[in-house]
């Protein structure tokens, strides 16, 4: 879909030169949808595509999505806690030695 998730009738269409029993296709897609979601994250499934640019691109994007989840984290939670207005002496104050990190996030 336009999220870049793949439901189980789409993973099966886009295996149908992949001989398996639509049983096996199934037990893959299971193996595959980690958190029983119903449907796949392209970058999930991509490892098994025979295209080996695409293959390494969606590696590479599903390795930093990760970090990229995190900074999207660390940048929220560090707006919400500099409109706090706490003091600098306040114990869940932000702290000036991870400002200058802080400030580069997304």
Do not use: Y
């Not at 336009?2 to 189980?8: A, I, P, V």
């Not at 599903?62 to 970090?67: E, I, L, M, S, Y």
């Not at 660390?74 to 707006?79: D, F, G, S, Y």
């Amino acid at each position: 879909d336009s999220h870049g998730k793949l439901s189980r009738e789409v993973f099966a269409a886009g295996c149908k030169n992949f001989e398996a029993s639509e049983e096996e296709l199934n037990e893959i897609f299971c193996l595959l949808d980690v958190h029983d979601t119903g449907c796949l994250a392209m970058e999930d499934a991509m490892f098994l595509d025979m295209d080996q640019k695409r293959r390494q691109g969606a590696i590479l994007k599903a390795t930093n999505r990760g970090r990229l989840e995190q900074e999207n984290l660390l940048a929220e939670v560090h707006r919400e806690d500099t409109t706090k207005n706490l003091s600098s002496t306040h114990r869940l104050a932000p702290r000036q030695w991870n400002a200058a990190s802080l400030e580069r996030l997304p």
